[in-house]
């Protein structure tokens, strides 16, 4: 069992990090613009992304538990192959004037080339999660620095 | 056993990529200003970071492997004490116009919260390597970008 972790700090509350994960507004502002869907316990969030407008590919999120400013849960139920049934998850705890998120995403079978990129990628997404809160603006995608060489994100 | 796994595509060459992953310039120029020592196989590699002007630790790396272009791999022989006896590797292949560096940190005992905030910032040193490589200016310490709340990086 192999998991992809992250860890950065917030200079907010856990409330305000808590609705920038739970809201769709929030999530298009840090993750993708084209975040569609229900993101109450129970309901299905689509995220979509692009390049060079061209849509290539997303993820449908189940949402298996909201906690209030300090885990949000979702399960993966449409993607890649290698995400279905995964199980994504944000801790909140605040720490000082800082909401600490403590990120997981566990469910790979193996440690695939693709899994070492999607590790950078959460990354960078959290680090724009970090920016919208702190500063009211993210770089979602598609407006995400590109990582990869030979593809187009 | 948990691993920080990463992946990125720098538009270079390997060979390119190689010499920043191997010269105390290279070095300096994407992890750490302040890298000392002998790159050498058997040499070993200060790195020391700071936040504020005050140097706030680092790493020492023996270096255990060197295969031209393709692979370089460090042994911490000093540190936190989480990271004494971890290996960091850096495997290198060319795929087209592109050098793809998949990058490992292993040999943590627990998934401590250390480790999650390590895989966050070894993402963005990553991204830092290939700014350096692709336009001759990375972000290294003490210019990398701050992402934890409650401490100095």
Known sequence: MVDILHRVGIKSSTEEVYKALTTREGLAGWWTTNTQGDGKVGGVLQFRFSAGGVEIGGFDMKVLELDSARRVLWQVVDGPAEWIGNKISFELKQSGDQAIVLFKHQGWKEPVEF????????????????????????????NDPHISGDGPD
């Open 115 to 142: 899994m070492h990129h999607c590790s950078t990628k959460w990354a960078i997404y959290l680090m724009s999660l970090k920016s919208l809160v702190e500063s009211g603006t993210g770089s979602p995608n598609p």
